[in-house]
């Protein structure tokens, strides 16, 4: 759901891909690299690879505890009002703002690797839809000409399908953990959690491939 569900495809389309992602599998990687590309910056510090963008909770735990590659996790969240729609618009345009502004000042100052979470999301503070938000951080940072020198990574209950994953890379994040897929997982699945996450990702993987492949 979310906004995510605007960019789904709601028709029927006969394509002819330029790659096939089952017959083409050795030619396609999901491989990516967190942290400033060594070209834009003079100070190198060292890129996280990852072969898969969709991360397992110790990869995202490896990332915010390393030292090498700066990093700081930012909450996207934001304290709604329900009484007043006009009012509340205008606090999830501050908020939006506020988390662009905070993140421009990180990677100024050498941060290079951008954790945005909900995880604390409560009664009083509302979740920034995922999309929406993301968008926002990579204008800003391209139209501040810091985009090359940093990364996004999406901590999120707000990703349930492969499609929520495509969009959230599409729009500017290189990897996303999805806590709400691990949750459910261990609330399903107690006994084989990790398996049955495993089995999440490797599906996933398969349907981001056949989407490269139509691009």
């Not at 979310?2 to 790659?19: M, R």
């Not at 999901?30 to 963008?53: A, H, M, T, Y």
């Amino acid at each position: 759901g979310g906004v995510a569900k605007y960019f789904s495809q709601k028709f029927a389309q006969v394509t002819n891909p330029p790659l096939d992602s089952i017959r083409e599998a050795d030619g396609m990687t999901l491989r990516v690299s967190l942290g400033s590309k060594s070209e834009f910056k003079k100070k190198i510090n060292p890129q996280i690879v990852l072969n898969s963008p969709i991360l397992k909770f110790e990869d995202l735990l490896k990332i915010k505890l390393q030292k090498f590659t700066p990093t700081q996790t930012f909450e996207i969240l934001y304290e709604p009002n329900y009484d007043n729609s006009q009012l509340n618009e205008k606090l999830l345009e501050n908020a939006i703002h506020n988390i662009c502004s905070e993140i421009n000042n990180f990677v100024r100052s050498g941060g290079e690797i951008i954790i945005i979470s909900d995880l604390n999301v409560s009664d009083k503070k509302a979740v920034i839809p995922l999309i929406m938000v993301i968008s926002a951080i990579n204008q800003s940072l391209i139209e501040n000409g810091l985009r090359f020198k940093s990364s996004i990574v999406a901590e999120s209950g707000q990703i349930s399908t492969s499609h929520h994953i495509a969009c959230s890379l599409g729009f500017g994040a290189s990897a996303v953990y999805p806590t709400s897929v691990q949750l459910r997982i261990e609330e399903k699945f107690s006994e084989n959690s990790q398996e049955a996450y495993v089995k999440f990702i490797k599906a996933s993987e398969k349907s981001l491939l056949k989407i490269m492949g139509k691009v």
